[in-house]
C-alpha cells in the first residue's frame, strides 16, 4: 500500500449506489435476450465485476480477458496485446464488456477487435469509470458509472503500480504523492 490516503473522490457508498442502478438498467434492457455474457477485463474490472455480476436479474455468464498496454497507463502508447483471451465460446451470444475505466480508448477499441473476430451477437461496454478529456480513439461506452476528470484514480480495482486495488472508495493520487 502506498504511505499516502488518497483523497476520495467517489466514496463507496456512491459506488454502490451506482452500480444498483447500473445492474437494474442492463437487467432491463437484456430481460428478454437470455444468458448475457459479461466478460472482465484484467486486473482492474475484477471487483466491479463481482458487485456488477452479482446484482443483475438476468441469466449471466463469466468470462475473463486480459490484455497489457505497451508501456505504463499515465504515458499511453496506444498499443494493447492481448495476453489471454476468452476461456469459451461467444459466437452468437450477448456480451458485455467489463471495465472499471476508459481513459484513451485504446484498450476498448482493440477489444472491440477482438470480439469482433468471435463473432457473438452483441457487444457493448460497461465501464465504471470514463475520462472523456483523455479520449484518443472514438469508442462508444454503452453503460458509464461516472464521468471523471483527469485525475489519477485509484481503487475498486485500479491501481497505482499495483497499490490501492482494494481500496473500498476511488481515490486521487496527486502527483506529490507518486
Ligand atoms: C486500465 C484499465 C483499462 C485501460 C484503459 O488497465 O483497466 O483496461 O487501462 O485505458 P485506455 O482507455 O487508455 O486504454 P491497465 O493497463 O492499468 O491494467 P490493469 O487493469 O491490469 O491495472
Redesign the pocket.
Known amino acids: 500500500m502506498s504511505q499516502h490516503v488518497p483523497e476520495v473522490m467517489i466514496s463507496a457508498e456512491e459506488i454502490s449506489r451506482r452500480v444498483d442502478e447500473l445492474a437494474a438498467q442492463i437487467s432491463e434492457e437484456y430481460a428478454d435476450k437470455g444468458d448475457v455474457v459479461l466478460i472482465g477485463?484484467?486486473?482492474?474490472?475484477f471487483i466491479f465485476l463481482a458487485d456488477l455480476s452479482r446484482r443483475l436479474t438476468i441469466p449471466r455468464t463469466i468470462e475473463f480477458i486480459a490484455?497489457?498496454?505497451y508501456g505504463n497507463?499515465s504515458v499511453?502508447s496506444g498499443a494493447?496485446r492481448l495476453v489471454m483471451d476468452v476461456r469459451g465460446s461467444i459466437e452468437g451470444r450477448h456480451v458485455i464488456i467489463v471495465?472499471?475505466?476508459?481513459?484513451?480508448?485504446?484498450?476498448?477499441d482493440y477489444l472491440m477487435g477482438i470480439m469482433a473476430s468471435h463473432r457473438p451477437a452483441s457487444v457493448k461496454c460497461c465501464a465504471l469509470l470514463h475520462k472523456p478529456v483523455?479520449a484518443e480513439v472514438d469508442v462508444v461506452v454503452d453503460y458509464i458509472g461516472f464521468t471523471i476528470p483527469d485525475e489519477w484514480v485509484v481503487g475498486y480495482g485500479?491501481?497505482y503500480a499495483e497499490h490501492d486495488r482494494t481500496l473500498p472508495y476511488i481515490g486521487i493520487v496527486h502527483p506529490d504523492d507518486r
Open positions: 477485463v484484467l486486473k482492474g474490472s490484455v497489457s498496454s497507463r499511453s494493447v471495465e472499471d475505466i476508459v481513459d484513451t480508448g485504446h484498450t476498448l483523455r485500479l491501481d
